[in-house]
């Protein structure tokens, strides 16, 4: 059964910082790389966008809101990411979710339950 967990959201002020973590587990996680991990975001009535996301290989991408404040990293044997945040703003209010992609044998995509992050200016 797979499961992504997330931890680390919370209230903080602005300018403050947080790290999020999210860890897979599961049989289908065993023994193959995972291909992408991303965090995205979500605030109510709008669409879940991409924050950051950190391909097997390659570069980290941002979202240009993202871009100088936060950073993704992954530990792939933990198949873990994180998402360290810096100088949080009050319009980065959201729940933020982290999706796993595995590419072998077949495209599977994974979400987590989402943790709410909330900044007060």
């Known amino acids: 059964q797979v499961q992504l967990v997330e931890s680390g959201g919370g209230s903080v002020q602005a300018g403050g910082s947080l790290t999020l973590s999210c860890v897979a587990s599961?049989?289908?996680?065993?023994?193959?790389?995972?291909?992408?991990m991303a965090w995205y975001r979500q605030t109510w009535g709008t669409q879940r966008d991409l924050v950051a996301h950190?391909?097997?290989?390659?570069?980290?991408k941002y979202a240009v809101s993202a871009k100088g404040r936060f950073t993704i990293s992954r530990d792939n044997a933990k198949n873990t990411v994180y998402l360290q945040m810096t100088d949080l703003k009050p319009e980065d209010t959201a729940v933020y979710y982290c999706?796993?992609?595995?590419?072998?044998?077949?495209?599977?995509?994974?979400w987590g339950q989402g943790t709410q992050v909330t900044v007060s200016s």
């Open positions: 950190a391909p097997l290989v390659g570069d980290p």
């Open positions: 999706r796993m992609l595995v590419d072998q044998p077949s495209e599977y995509v994974f």
């Open positions: 599961g049989s289908i996680f065993s023994g193959t790389p995972i291909a992408n």
